[in-house]
């Protein structure tokens, strides 16, 4: 094998070093070249439309071999101005042909394309890659937030929807709905009240075994709510308190505001009309009593003198007798504020019986656990447990269970969230903006994950549009780049007779 056949490789990165070791370019070409880039500049500002040379000034900067190839074309676009001598008139074919003379003087023409083959390698394709990758990661991380957001969108979908089911309201004017629907706290009540009646048993159970262990009396009873419920059902406060019907009943109004409904009338139909006020009225307070004329005030007897028939004795407090004194007519039997209310809707009253239900479940618990365990044999073999009421003798481990879960029952349903919630509607007017606030929010939320689903998704096709571009430009830099080494290979071939050239390393991975 001769030297001729020998390949000539050369380090793509280190071939201007290669070219100006081997004497083929200079040293200071740099200063030399900025002359032909000002005159190409020049030159371009002056083209014929021509598709030829439009592709070449696509992609990249113009080097000594795009010059030579407008050459060729100006040939073709300037050919009646040549002459007989073979020369061109035209001022475009003297500019390119005057630029390729002074790219062809020491090889600039050699050195600007290795530097431009270099930058090429190194810089243009890597930093290309670089931000299509980072387009691509962007739109993926902004894919990844879109699922997040519409998982959120989903969630927060569920949640206002559960909680109006659980509400019992679609969802639509939340406020409205929610005081639309405490007026079905009085059918809850009445079924929970006509439920209680199946606790005398145990309130029987209950107080017998108090009185025996404790010997307490039967007539202070342990559960009193419970066991008027029983008796009285779910009455208003004042019965409870006064031990008797009101002759009428005002419930207070429900204080809460629907800003954003319709508006409500103010007035009232058992609101009591006071009229215009009239600065010149005098209160009328009947006749007036002359007591010059002889007109005197009844004192009734004087203390000390005998009381005659019927005389009242004013040493008697009615408080303390308990007598409830009543204004003629119905004012003084009128249930008012929280008196109007029932037992299981007063909260305070609500308390107490819940409290007392309590008491009752403590109470079954222990005993069913008594019952249960190996010593309760023994116990009742005891001489001090035979003196005990039949009704505690008899009870077993089934019939304090069967007390226990009518406890339980009523427990749960009294206490079931959506009966909770009713409750403080009604007596809480900032419990129901605080819950209008709270599903309100769960709307905004799913709201705001919809625009902001929008947002990424414009933001996701944006990203990849600027991608899919800079993936159609650096396709063109590939390809100028390979055109590029394939002129530099072949005429570094030339200055050799031939021999075969090939840039290797970096230019390999392109």
Partial sequence: MTEQDLPIDINAGKLLDWLINR?????????????????????????????????????????????????????????????????????????????????????????????????????????FKKQIQKCEQTANELEKKTLDCRKSENTAKTDFGNSCKQLGIPGQKIKREL?????????????????????????????????????????????????????????????????????????????????????????????????????????????????????????????????????????????????????????GGTATGDEALTVLDNPKTRKDFIDQLLELQAFLKMRLYELKSDRHQSVLSTSLMQEASPIIQMATADTTQNMLDNVQVILSEILDSRVQHLHSIKHSPRYVDVLAANLEQKLVLVERMATMQKVLKDKQQEARSKGGALKELLEVVIQKTRELQIEIEKDISKKYKNRKVHLTGSISAL
């Fill in 179 to 331: 005081v639309g629907r405490v007026g079905e706290l009085a059918d809850i009540y009445a079924k929970i009240s006509a439920r209680v009646e199946c606790l005398a048993p145990v309130v029987e159970f209950y107080s017998t075994f108090v009185e025996f262990t404790l010997g307490r009396s039967r007539d202070n009873d342990c559960v009193p709510m419970i066991q008027y419920v029983i008796d009285k059902g779910n009455t208003t406060t004042y019965e409870w308190t006064y031990g008797e019907a009101p002759l009428s009943i005002v419930e207070p109004p429900l204080n809460i505001n629907l800003d954003d409904e319709d508006k409500v009338p103010v007035g009232d139909e058992n609101t009591l009309d006071l009229g215009e006020p009239n600065e010149n009225a005098e209160i009328d307070f009947g006749d007036e009593v002359n007591l010059d004329e002889g007109g005197e005030i009844d004192w009734g007897d004087i203390e000390g003198e005998p009381a005659g028939e019927g005389a009242i004795d004013f040493n008697i407090s009615l408080e303390e007798s308990g007598i409830v004194v009543e204004a003629a007519g119905n004012e």
């Fill in 23 to 127: 004497r083929h370019c200079i040293r200071g070409w740099q200063t030399n070249i900025l002359l032909i880039r000002e005159k190409i500049n020049n030159a371009i500002q002056d083209m014929p439309e021509h598709e030829g040379i439009t592709k070449l000034l696509t992609g990249t900067h113009i080097n000594y071999f795009h010059c030579k190839k407008i050459i060729e074309i100006l040939k073709e676009t300037e050919a009646d101005t040549k002459n007989l001598f073979g020369s061109y008139g035209s001022q475009r074919m003297k500019d390119w042909q005057e630029i390729v003379r002074l790219y062809e003087k020491d090889n600039l023409y050699l050195a600007e394309a290795a530097q431009m083959l270099i930058r090429n390698i190194n810089y243009e394709v890597p930093n």
